[in-house]
């Protein structure tokens, strides 16, 4: 069984930056994807940023293109969202969660793994 714990949220003012991180029980590498989600309150949950572990391929959003980057650490099964430029509507609760294995990076169903997020406020 994998677990995610997220950690770096905070409260930041307008313009400012966070760096949310996100430790895996597992080797990152064995989780082939993960993804940052981010959940404001009233609204659904979408994702902002994904890492292709093994390759490093990442994809981001358009609401945060720009501004955030996603990246990993494999001796430290961790992977890290850098978010710039921080605006109000960037405020929510941020998860990552990782595809089961065999599954799909680009089927939402496939993220099997949660963490229990971690709040932005901007």
């Known amino acids: 069984h994998v677990q995610l714990v997220e950690s770096g949220g905070g409260s930041v003012e307008v313009g400012g930056s966070l760096r949310p991180s996100c430790v895996a029980s597992a080797h990152s590498f064995s989780l082939r994807c993960m993804r940052w989600f981010r959940q404001a309150p009233g609204k659904e949950r979408e994702g902002v ?21 996603i990246s990993q650490d494999g001796a430290e099964n ?20 990782a595809i089961r294995p065999g599954g799909n990076c680009g089927s939402l169903g496939d993220f099997g793994y949660w963490g229990q997020g971690t709040q932005v406020t901007v």
Do not use: H, W
Request: aromatic share 12%; with cysteine; charged share 15%.
């Open 78 to 97: 961790t992977v890290y969202l850098q978010m710039n430029s921080l605006k109000p509507e960037d405020t929510g609760m941020y998860y990552c969660a």
């Open 49 to 69: 940023a994904t890492i292709t572990t093994g390759t490093g391929n990442t994809d981001y959003a358009d609401s945060v293109k720009g501004r955030f980057t």
